[in-house]
Structure formats: structure tokens, C-alpha cells
DNA sequence: CTTGCATCTGTAGTTACTACAGGTTGTACC
DNA sequence: GGTACAACCTGTAGTAACTACAGATGCAAG
């Protein structure tokens, strides 16, 4: 049995963090010394590894908490984890390209600028015109 | 002159965001009617635009707080707004190798994954590990 | 003058935490 | 058994960048 300091040794998530995934219902509550501090078993260290291992990956914890509910459901729906998985993975290659449109115009301003003291700035003047991406 | 709603319609920007822009003070107070609707003008159009096309490109709220007081100081510093840009620049190409690493994870362990009845989700087994990205 | 949309202020909610303040428990040492 | 001190407790407020109300007015057309 762990205290919280010790589950947060193991697993490298703030103490404050883990007493909020269990305020929100995402960690269950775990028994109390007669004192009322927390201690954790086995099981709970591996919901936790769960948890910062799916949030590692980028899942929202609206989404951790889809796989548990899959997880801990009667039937093992290996086809709904993956929907969520390749749902998630579809958000990300989004965002991928999305950044790479952003890193391509950030360039292209930049390397507009010769960085002296102008007082017209192409940076500056491409910020005050609408978009053309 | 325009209502906010016309502001609202020409900039693409929220009623409510356009308020709240002005209460963290990125747009200066605008005047108002006898009955206290606000009225703007062409330079504070122009001011909501560059607000929206540095958001658009990325910039935080205080990095364009950041651009103003630039754009606004007597001393145009273009090498400054350089400076902000390439930083920024930095960060969004870090934000898509952070993003990639995670696109190849998801990739493979969602590959592994036949999408059946199995109890054994590699998908679940791999969550429930420790890190090896 | 009335209808009804636009606008007003102020507050609370969102996501995923983090950072206190002020109080209690657990434990090592004498 | 007392005491020092770290670890823990609860509860609240703050972060970023908005969004979403509620409930009260303003404004313009018919």
C-alpha cells in the first residue's frame, strides 16, 4: 500500500493532480488511514500508469475515461477502443497539418524581415492585412 | 462607425470575444452612444484584424499584447517583432515533432489491433504500460 | 407606441491542471 | 511521552482563451 507521495514517486504525477482525477471520478476513492490519508494498492497504481500514459498519447481525459468505460465492460469491444484510437489519431494529423500551413506562412513573413530598424515592418504589415494563407 | 455587431460581422470575431478582448485591455475602450452601445472606428477595426490573423498564425494573447506595444513604441523594433515571430516559429516546430512522435505511437499500436471480440486489446495492454515512445 | 432584435453587464462554465492557505497526521528521535 | 517536521488533508482560486448564459436595457421600423 502506497501513500499518495509514494504513488506519486511511481508513476511521476503531482499529488494535487491525483487528488483531482479522483475529485472528477476518474480515479476511484481509495481507503483512509484511520488519519484520513489515502492509500493506494496495485490496482489503483495501474489506472494511474493508465491514465498518464493515455494523457502521454495525447488523449483527452473525456476519452481516458471512454476506455475505461470500455475497459471495464462486460464485453472486451476491442473495435470501439480502436474507433476511439484511430478517431484520436485523425485529431492529431489534423493538428499536423494544420501547424505545418502555420509553419509555412510564420517562414515566409519571417524571412520577409531583415530584422533592422524599418519602421514598416513586413511582419508587422502582414499582421494588419486579413488572411491569405 | 460601427455597432460591435458590425465589428462582429467584419472581422468574423464573437460579440462576446470582441467584449472580452476589450476588458483584458487588447482593445483600447471604444466611445458609445447615449445609451451606451459602443461604437468603433476604422483604427480599431484594423486593431481586432490583427488581433484575429496573429491568432490565426498561432500568437498568444500576450505575444500580441507583445506585437502592440512594438507596433506602438516610438522606436519601430522591427528586429523585436523578428525576435517574437522566430520564437514562435520555434515553438509551432516543436509542437509538430512532439506530434509526429505521437502519430507513429498511436499508428503502431493501433496497427497491432484486429479490431475483433478479443479480451486482449493490444491497444488496452500497451496503455496499461509504462512508456516506451 | 409597440414589437422585437441588438446590446448591455456580470457571472459561471470549459480543459487539465497548479498553487496556495491554514489545519491535521504520521513518524523519527530524544 | 513529548516534540519537531515532513507529509498529508480540505477547500478555494488561478491559468488561457474564450463561450454561454440571465436578466435588463437600447434602438429602429412599422
Known amino acids: 500500500m502506497d501513500t499518495i507521495g509514494g504513488l506519486s514517486r511511481k508513476t511521476g504525477c503531482h499529488i494535487e493532480t ?13 481507503p483512509r488511514t484511520e488519519g484520513g490519508h489515502r492509500l493506494y494498492n496495485k490496482e489503483q497504481i495501474k489506472r494511474l500508469v493508465f491514465i498518464r500514459r493515455s494523457r502521454e498519447l495525447g488523449f483527452s481525459l473525456d476519452e481516458i475515461r471512454t476506455l475505461f468505460r470500455l475497459v471495464d465492460g462486460e464485453r472486451s469491444t476491442c473495435q470501439e477502443v480502436k474507433t476511439v484510437t484511430e478517431q484520436h489519431l485523425q485529431d492529431v494529423s489534423k493538428k499536423i497539418s494544420d501547424l505545418r500551413k502555420l509553419q509555412k506562412t510564420l517562414r515566409a513573413i519571417s524571412s520577409q524581415c531583415e530584422g533592422g530598424l524599418v519602421p514598416d515592418c ?12
Open 18 to 30: 491525483i487528488r483531482y482525477y479522483e475529485r472528477i471520478g476518474l480515479l476511484s476513492k481509495p
Open 122 to 133: 513586413p511582419i508587422i504589415e502582414s499582421l494588419f492585412e486579413e488572411k491569405r494563407l
